[in-house]
């Protein structure tokens, strides 16, 4: 032939596009899609990606290079995912090579030479058959350990033992010699511990067992098949999710699950583990590199054929996939806010339909995107109407804090945070020995610090916004930059007393541990929980019912089940429903009907206050009626009526740069041009702003926003391009990001 043979790659560089390179003869035959290759790429050589054969060089190169090296013999990249990546890179308007690196583990991601991660040993100790703690009188501390040991099922890890008990490791190996107690060492993949062991339960509800049947029978038919599954808080999805992918293990085809994050919800992954033990890589963003990267080989290899993770799983190199789940598909940790900034139950599904594979998206309160695609027949719904067991949902009541607070204008004072019927309520609980949870979103002390004189309040110097009073800490926090200093003693300007305002989750803290003396009480949040360990803890003891109260942000919404909880107080409804984001609505029904559905979850019936200063607020009222369908058709008719999506599709663009002026007179430079080259109004696509972000100023950096809004994503790939070749001509100073379908407006 005369024609040379000719590759495309991508880069993995921050430029857009694939790139045409010759393939040297001893290369021929010898690439396959999805391999890491180095090319030279301007001066230097880079990594790049083979993506297939190319028919011809891009018109006007006439001086092509080679390919270098082959860096694997077999590709890293399955190429299944490449059509993915492909996708992504388009939609998100995002370098190829930078996002197949993005969705590669470390180790892979940059040009080194691939290398096999090995386990982790962990050391168990079992108690044997005959150990008899009352013969230890006379050696403490091998009492100890043993009592702990049976206490906790006769096996446990050694640190945990050592932990627990002074002294324990010698006096295990004591224990050994007396033929009381084994070791084990297993080797494990981390991250979360195997839990308990759950029961698989022999029926199902007659509701799962109509989802389960539909389900496995569109997996059996084989192809894409996307499935809602709407089941209210308590019904049982996580067992339909078992069931379904139990069933596709069994055809020898894999599955994916997407969960918001692992940590919050250790128990849906214990559920998992005790079902499929070692044949399931829990991948999360606690792993260690060579964790990861030992996971990503076992699942790309084919031993081990299901993955749960949180969204970058939606990238696991899953073999023969048949399922994909992703619960909570509400949740807004499923979009990235940086870098590829993907949304992961949309990937799902793309991702399912390449593969010609089943996928659920599972909520109790499902977005309106998903429940729009639902009723315009793309997705077929299933309804879990009822809890598991016909528990009663539980029955929510308001209090309006308009009426129940004191008023006294003399007193510069705030209302109390605990209203008197949310003091009853809590009292009852504890008196009949359960528990309760408590949720507000704001943490620290008070939320912001206000000068009693002249009205000023403490601010932020790079952000635009207050600073929050952490009592514990004894600081003064930005949650947005993450500044921290100390406590001003008083106004800056006028040397005023400061009060402290605006109540956030170690003040509830503190007001329910002086209400109620004997009760024990923990907090859930992301001052508490600095680490997973931590997290972990902190639910398990909550679990283990040695925590009465559980005081905490969303971080206690999620689909946590613990049967003592039959109290649930929202302390201030009001916080989410004031954003200023189009989505506040849905967000702050989710949020409630969330954090309201751990409640009656056991035997005992469970109950929600709801505190607000909105109780005439359109969430408010529907979720106190349990009207999730009345909810969602009158916010639909609201995005439709104002262009939001589902029925919009957006792009926004955020301006950002350090100085003030420079970047406003950008936004506006960008935006007078974007709306030169609009198309005709009769398109439907249209532009907004430029306008300052809603917050500002974050990290001494100012924030514009522009956003373009169209009926289909089609109709705004030519603006976006028209923006994107503006680019260039920007200031170095100024940054521009393309966020393409946002979450968070702010
Ligand atoms: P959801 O995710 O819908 O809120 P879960 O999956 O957490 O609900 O299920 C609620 C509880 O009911 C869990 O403790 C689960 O083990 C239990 N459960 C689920 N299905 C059944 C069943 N068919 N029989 C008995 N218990 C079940
Ligand atoms: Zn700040």
Redesign the pocket.
């Known amino acids: 032939m005369a024609f040379p043979t000719l590759a495309s790659v991508a880069v993995g560089r921050p430029v857009r596009g694939e790139f045409t390179y010759l393939v040297p003869d001893a290369l021929v035959g010898r690439l396959t899609p999805g391999q890491r290759v180095l090319v030279p790429f301007g001066r230097a050589r880079t990594l790049a990606f083979y993506l297939g054969p190319a028919a011809q060089p891009p018109a006007g190169v006439t001086q092509l290079k080679a390919i270098e090296k082959v860096l694997d013999p077999d590709p890293v990249l399955p190429e299944d995912l490449l059509p993915l990546l492909r996708f992504a890179a388009e939609h998100y308007r995002y370098p190829l090579g930078e996002a197949i690196r993005s969705a590669l583990p470390p180790g892979l991601s940059g040009a080194e030479e691939p290398r096999e991660a090995k386990g982790s040993l962990v050391h168990f100790a079992v108690a044997l058959p005959g150990a008899d703690p009352p013969a230890l009188a006379r050696a403490p501390s091998q009492h100890a350990a043993l009592t702990y040991l049976l206490a906790v099922g006769g096996r446990a890890q050694l640190d945990e033992v050592g932990a627990a008990i002074p002294g324990a490791r010698e006096a295990l190996k004591k224990l050994a010699q007396r033929g009381w107690v084994r070791f084990e060492s297993v080797e494990v993949r981390p991250g979360v511990q195997a839990g308990l062991e ?1 029961r698989r ?1 022999e ?3 007659p509701e ?1 067992g109509v989802a389960v049947a539909a389900l496995q029978e569109a997996l059996e038919a084989g192809g894409f098949h996307p499935f809602l599954l709407h ?9 339909v999710y078992l069931r379904v992918v139990e069933r596709a293990l069994e055809l020898g085809r894999g599955g994916l699950v997407l969960v918001p994050e692992i940590a919050l919800t250790p128990q849906l992954v214990g ?1 998992f583990r005790s079902r499929f033990g070692d044949r399931v890589a829990v991948l999360h963003s606690g792993l260690k590199d060579r964790e990861r990267l030992r996971d990503w080989q076992a699942l790309r290899r084919g031993d081990v054929r299901l993955a749960v993770g949180v969204r970058s799983a939606v990238f696991a190199p899953v073999r023969g996939l048949g399922v994909v789940v992703v619960d909570e598909e509400h949740d807004s940790s499923f979009k990235q806010e940086e870098k590829l900034r993907y949304h992961a139950r949309d990937l799902a599904v793309v991702r399912a339909k390449q593969a010609g594979a089943l996928v659920v998206l599972g909520s ?1 309160t499902p977005s309106l995107e998903t429940l729009e695609n639902a009723r315009r027949g793309r997705y077929r719904k299933l309804l ?1 109407r009822t809890r ?2 016909d528990r009663p949902m539980p029955e929510v009541s308001l209090v309006d804090l308009r009426v129940t607070r004191p008023r006294d204008a003399t007193v510069v004072e705030e209302p109390p945070i605990l209203s008197e019927p949310l003091i009853e309520a809590l009292g009852e609980t504890l008196e009949r020995g359960q528990q309760a949870i408590l949720f507000l979103n704001r943490r620290g002390h008070s939320t912001f610090l206000l000068c009693e004189v002249c009205g000023e309040s403490v601010r932020c110097t790079e952000c635009d916004v207050c600073l929050t009073h952490h009592l514990s800490s004894r600081k003064a926090m930005c949650h947005y930059c993450g500044y921290e200093g100390p406590v001003p003693e008083a106004c800056a300007s006028c040397g005023g007393p400061l009060l402290k305002l605006g109540t956030g989750t170690e003040r509830v803290e503190a007001e329910v541990a002086a209400r109620f003396a004997r009760a024990r009480v923990a907090r859930l949040d992301r001052d508490s929980a600095t680490t997973t360990e931590r997290l972990t803890d902190l639910l398990a003891a909550f679990a283990r019912r040695e925590v009465d109260v559980l005081v905490g942000t969303q971080m206690v919404a999620k ?1 946590h ?1 613990f049967p003592g909880v039959t109290l649930v107080c929202v302390v201030l409804a009001d916080t989410s429903l004031a954003l200023p984001d189009f989505r506040a609505a849905e967000r702050t029904f989710q949020l409630l009907t969330q954090v309201g ?1 751990r409640a009656g ?1 056991g035997a005992d019936k469970g109950r929600v206050l709801v505190q607000t200063y909105n109780p005439d607020s359109e969430p408010v009222r529907r979720v106190l009626a349990a009207d999730f369908d009345g909810f969602s058709t009158r916010e639909l008719e609201r995005r439709k009526a104002l262009a939001y999506p589902p029925f919009t599709r957006m792009v926004a663009f955020r301006v950002e740069g350090a100085n003030p002026d420079q970047t406003g007179q950008v936004a506006r430079w960008l935006g007078d041009r974007m709306a030169a080259r609009l198309p005709p109004a009769s398109s439907g696509v249209r532009l907004l702003g430029p306008a300052p972000a809603p917050i500002a100023r974050i990290k001494g950096k100012s924030r514009w926003q522009l956003l373009l809004k169209g009926p289909t994503h089609a109709s705004l790939a030519g603006p976006v391009s028209a923006a994107e070749a503006l680019l260039p001509e920007l200031p170095s100073a100024v940054k521009v990001i393309i966020d393409v379908d946002p979450g968070a407006m702010l």
């Not at 089941?231 to 067992?239: A, F, H, P, Q, R």
Request: aromatic share 0%; proline share 4%.
């Open positions: 759950q339960p029926r199902l509800t799962q089941g209210v808080t308590g019904s049982g999805k996580t067992e559920r109790a879990l598991v067991d689909g089940d559905g979850r």
